[in-house]
């Protein structure tokens, strides 16, 4: 097979951590400040940066997708959330850096305790909502200490080798594929600026940007975005100011009935004649940068904080959508079959390695001739590695997929008609009964996601237990979210949806969320399954209020080698068969004879191994 196409395993190295701490603390001096915020964010609060704004990255040698470092001039600390408890120590230089865990301090409280009275703490303006800055201000007063906002990013200004900014071709999304119009869409958005009495909205946020201009762009990997600026305003002609150049004449002939196309040098002049005059501005609280509200502000306008609108519209599916997802999954899952069929084969003689199966499915997917991007680098994790939950291989941590071991491989593709995310772990071998018991446990969280049944108007917070229970029952748990929102050729990590204890949005006939309860044993291995589900309207016969559950869009078969069938009952045994079913059903005709053969063995039904068993 070729190599991969999309990810690459390159690792920055903390080794120089030391040498680029010494220099930001050197440029900190000349500009007048003690200490130096360096959050893992764009001017979007992106999760995926393009390589001009990984300061993080670069500074530490820590690649998570989040993160803060705060330098001060004797002492720097890095504060990561549970995902990266493993991987951030591994990354940087802890000589120099001291690694803390957000459960534990916040990077507010680290402010507290470790800026001295009188010292100035300076933070990038683009880089912080402006909530994020009250919250820095309040921890810097409690120290007695202030912040200060610096105009040039002083990392920038010892970043050799600093990436230009990006300038990736921006096109048209198909009507067909977008399900909606972007007159229509902007139709509904003037609608809420209305009910929230605002003269304009200012749209921050590239994922919200792409939905409602119906375009998507390449400024960043893994989500085809555009970066860059819009502004809608209550009554006339919206307005789109873009990074990029690169913008294709059919998406400027699309737009010319609803919106103008600028560059981004443009923007900020165009919001300050906005805001003149004492209009009233909304700022997306979760993305907009505290230097948007001081432009509003000193234009004269008025800054009204608080969510897009966008972003849930953005959430509930369209009927364009949704059919373009289950076309996205089938296809995936075609791909994801063949590669654990190829999985099978080449694990047991000893000499398959992480990358090796990233390489190879990625090839899979590009076989169909309709890949985009990978959606989010791939995690392959084999044995220990598999206990890192968002573990990223690179040249330096790369390992066979060892015999008795457990091989989780977390995936997901972007196709112009939907974005996938699945996560399988599968035996390489024979597993031991603690294995086992942990997959059994862990599935039978993930069955009751798929079967639930719940009240219009329930958050995802009020189910997440559902998918814990089976793994409390035995003093076990995980650190993670059960489910992320995930987008329309979009982002794989879309919210405000989400089945987490901090999912606080109900979910919505439409939305798209992932099913991913997993265990992990540090040390040992790891153990994640994850399909996809659509929620949707379910009739209960006899009820007398409006139902959802979910449709689980992703197909692909579990490892029924892992299963303790003793540990289920019959409900569950049915629902697994019945998936299955529908898995065998949906892929087999599209499967070369091999893998036909494969899968037919793999989806044997969970009731004749249970027989086995006894």
């Known amino acids: 097979m070729s190599r991969a196409r999309f990810q690459t395993f390159d690792d920055p190295s903390h080794r120089e951590g030391a040498t680029r701490i010494a220099a930001l603390r050197e440029a900190m001096r000349r500009v007048g400040i003690d200490g130096f915020v360096v959050p893992r964010a764009d001017e979007h609060q992106s999760e995926y940066v393009p390589a001009n704004a990984e300061r993080l990255a670069w500074l530490t040698g820590f690649t998570g997708s989040a993160g803060t470092a705060v330098i001060l001039a004797d002492e720097a600390a890095l504060v990561v959330d549970g995902r990266y408890t493993l991987q951030a120590p591994a990354q940087v230089d802890t000589t120099i850096l001291t690694p803390v865990q957000l459960a534990e301090t916040s990077v507010e409280a680290w402010i507290s305790e470790h800026l001295r009275q009188g010292a100035v703490l300076g933070y990038d303006p683009w880089l912080h909502t402006a909530e994020g800055v009250a919250k820095l201000e309040k921890a810097a007063a409690k120290a007695g200490a202030r912040v200060m906002p610096v105009t040039e990013n002083p990392v920038d200004a010892v970043w050799a080798g600093r990436a230009a900014a990006p300038a990736g071709a921006v096109m048209a999304h198909p009507l067909e594929l977008a399900g909606d119009s972007v007159e229509a869409k902007l139709r509904r958005i003037r609608e809420a600026l209305g009910r929230g009495g605002c003269d304009a909205l200012v749209i921050s946020d590239p994922h919200n940007l792409a939905w409602a201009f119906n375009l998507r762009g390449g400024d960043v990997a893994h989500t085809p975005l555009a970066l860059g600026y819009a502004v809608v305003p209550r009554t006339g002609r919206a307005a789109l100011y873009l990074t990029s ?186 597993p031991t009964a603690e294995m086992r018991d942990r997959f059994t446990r862990v ?92 929620v949707e309207e379910r009739a209960i016969p006899g009820g007398d209020r409006p139902m959802l559950g979910f449709e689980t869009l992703t197909l692909a078969p579990y490892d029924t080698g892992l299963i303790d069938p003793s540990l289920l009952d019959e409900a569950e045994i049915a629902w697994i068969d019945a998936y299955h079913a529908r898995v065998r059903d949906a892929l087999s005709a599209d499967l070369d004879g091999e893998t036909r053969a494969w899968l037919e063995a793999a989806t044997r039904p969970l009731g004749r191994l249970k027989d086995a068993d006894a």
């Open 245 to 430: 150049p690169a913008i294709d004449p059919a998406l400027r002939e699309a737009l010319s009935p609803s919106a103008d196309i600028a560059g981004r040098a443009d923007f900020a002049a165009a919001l300050a004649a906005l805001a003149a005059g004492d209009a009233r501005i909304r700022l997306d609280s979760g993305t907009g940068a505290s230097a948007l509200a001081t432009l509003v502000e000193q234009a004269g306008g008025q800054v009204d904080p608080g969510p897009d609108p966008i972003t849930l519209m953005k959430a509930v599916k369209n009927a364009g959508e949704i059919a373009g997802s289950r076309a996205a999954h089938h296809r995936d899952g075609i791909a994801v079959t063949r590669f654990l069929a190829w999985l099978s084969r080449q694990a047991p003689d000893g000499r398959l390695t992480e990358i090796a199966a990233v390489e190879a499915l990625e090839d899979f997917r590009g076989e169909t001739g309709l890949l985009r991007d990978i959606s989010f680098p791939t995690i392959s994790g084999s044995g220990p590695n598999g206990a890192i939950v968002h573990y990223r291989v690179t040249r330096d941590t790369d390992r066979p997929v060892g015999q008795g071991e457990l091989f989780l491989v977390d995936s997901g593709a972007q196709y112009a008609d939907g974005t996938t995310d699945i996560t399988r772990t599968v035996a390489i071998g024979t």
């Open 443 to 534: 599935l039978k969280g993930h069955v009751a996601i798929a079967r639930a049944v719940f009240p219009k108007g329930t958050t995802g917070a009020q189910i997440d237990s559902f998918a814990r229970a089976p793994l409390w029952q035995a003093g076990l748990d995980f650190d993670h979210g059960t489910g992320h929102g995930v987008g329309a050729f979009l982002s794989v990590h879309e919210g405000p949806q989400r089945i987490a204890k901090t999912g606080t949005t109900a979910l919505s006939p439409g939305m798209i969320l992932s099913n991913e309860p997993g265990y992990y044993r540090a040390g040992a291995y790891g153990i994640r399954i994850e399909n996809l589900v659509l």
